[in-house]
């Protein structure tokens, strides 16, 4: 009789097969679904005796619970979540090198949109339960299986919606790892492995400007394109001041530390710009942001609009909140208001207790003298979701990456890709981590 496939075996063939489900996002404007990639996650769970849970927050926008608690692992603990999504943004194949739903492999990578988010972690987890499950070897606590429709979209037809509608099948679970983090990022030949303890809450605003419709050759004092023009130029060019929480501290010593350099919170993508992109979301994590992304206003040349709106893309750090909203309300001045369209909460925890030992120790394993630091997303997750019913959340997907990969610009960006050593490499941290966590 053949041995049973093993984790690194199987985990290439499982993260193309993902990939090869378009489950293109569009937000508002719609999605293809995220129904048969969930069935596929059922299927293969049910193949090595574990029982899926599908559910929909409306048609083919299905999510998957899946409760993994086999005989031997020790129940009188809390579940852990181990979570993922199955969408994806959308991809133009005229802009790739290969179409980016084959799920090709060449050069020893994993081609395709979804490679680095998150497909190669779900396929990890596919990969690692089914090989634990067929040996017969339990994890050490219970694990809570999560695969969502629509985190590309923030969740209100996965996530969120799950949380609002089914906390049930959640709110056991005390602590839960998903992405983004457990990457490695190499600094003077050391390898840092960043863990998500922080991501930036969400503040998607409309502006509105009011004014006085008019023929646009009279001299108007009343034009709501002024003033909206005026709101967002404030808005666009404020210089928000630092806000360092623990996690970018944290962060930034550990860099400091490999650099042998001092960095400023003040220039600190500067600074770090030889890390590649990476610098770039650090940078966004030193203090809020609030970017202007749309502009609407007026229906012909020579009318003055009685209204003008602008889109800002607002991300504000943990305990800050209100911080954030009173400046908005200062910037945009008396003559514009804003309105909120899609807000959500900041997250943090901090990096300690037998959980950040669990990763920290998992890690070592496989790559002696490495060093696990925790960091600040600069965007959300699913996470955001999770920590209202009271979940502590960490990014944490264990990858090792070659230092010449600049891993962070594949997030979304073409020909997305993912080593398979990388994968393979996971899948090994990811099973002795379900020992020790």
């Not at 937000?27 to 849970?53: F, N």
């Not at 090198?97 to 990890?124: C, H, N, S, T």
């Not at 034009?223 to 970018?248: C, D, F, K």
């Amino acid at each position: 009789m053949d041995a049973p496939p093993r984790a690194a075996d199987e985990v290439v063939g499982l993260c193309r097969d993902l990939i090869r489900f378009d489950t293109s996002n569009f937000g508002p404007s719609g999605s293809k679904g995220e129904r048969e990639a969930a069935e596929y996650v059922a299927a293969r769970l049910d193949e090595v005796g574990i029982a899926s849970t599908l559910l929909e927050s409306e048609a083919r926008r299905t999510s998957l619970v899946a409760e993994w608690a086999p005989v031997g692992c020790d129940t009188s603990l809390p579940p852990l979540m181990i979570h993922g999504h199955t969408d994806v943004v959308p991809a133009m194949a005229s802009d790739w090198q290969l179409d980016p739903f084959a799920g090709e492999v060449i050069d020893d990578y994993v081609w395709g949109r979804g490679a680095v988010d998150m497909k190669d972690f779900d396929a990890i987890v596919l990969a690692v339960v089914r090989e634990r499950q067929r040996t017969g070897r339990p994890p050490r606590r219970p694990i809570r299986l999560v695969f969502t429709a629509d985190e590309e979209a923030g969740g209100p037809r996965g996530s969120g919606w799950l949380a609002e509608h089914h906390p049930d099948l959640l709110a056991d679970c005390s602590e839960a790892i998903g992405e983004v983090g457990g990457f490695s990022l190499t600094v003077n030949e050391q390898r840092l492995y960043l863990i998500q303890t922080a991501e930036k809450g969400l503040a998607w605003l409309n502006l509105i400007a009011d004014g006085t419709a008019g023929h646009g050759s009279m001299r108007n004092d009343d034009n709501a394109i002024t003033h909206l023009a005026e709101a967002v130029s404030r808005v666009g060019s404020y210089r928000w001041p630092p806000r360092i929480r623990p996690a970018q501290q944290q962060f930034l010593d550990a860099i400091e530390t490999a650099l042998g350099v001092r960095i400023s919170t003040d220039d600190a993508e500067q600074t770090l710009a030889r890390l590649g992109s990476i610098a770039r979301m650090v940078g966004a994590t030193m203090s809020h942001t609030a970017n202007p992304t749309m502009l609407g206003g007026g229906y012909k040349v020579n009318v003055i609009p009685g209204q003008a709106t602008a889109g800002i893309d607002g991300r504000f750090i943990p305990g800050h909140e209100q911080e954030f909203y009173d400046t908005i309300t200062e910037l945009i001045g008396e003559k514009v208001r804003y309105e909120v369209v899609t807000g959500d909460v900041a997250v943090e925890t901090t990096f300690d207790g037998d959980l950040a030992a669990a990763m920290t120790a998992s890690l070592q394993a496989a790559d002696p003298g490495s060093l696990a630091v925790p960091f600040m997303m600069s965007a959300g997750t699913d996470a955001k979701a999770w920590s209202k019913l009271g979940i502590r959340c960490f990014g944490f997907a264990p990858l090792r990456l070659p230092p010449e990969l600049d891993f962070v610009a594949l997030f979304h960006g073409v020909d997305e890709r993912v080593p398979v050593e990388s994968l393979q490499f996971g899948c090994r941290v990811l099973d002795d981590f379900l020992d020790r966590a």
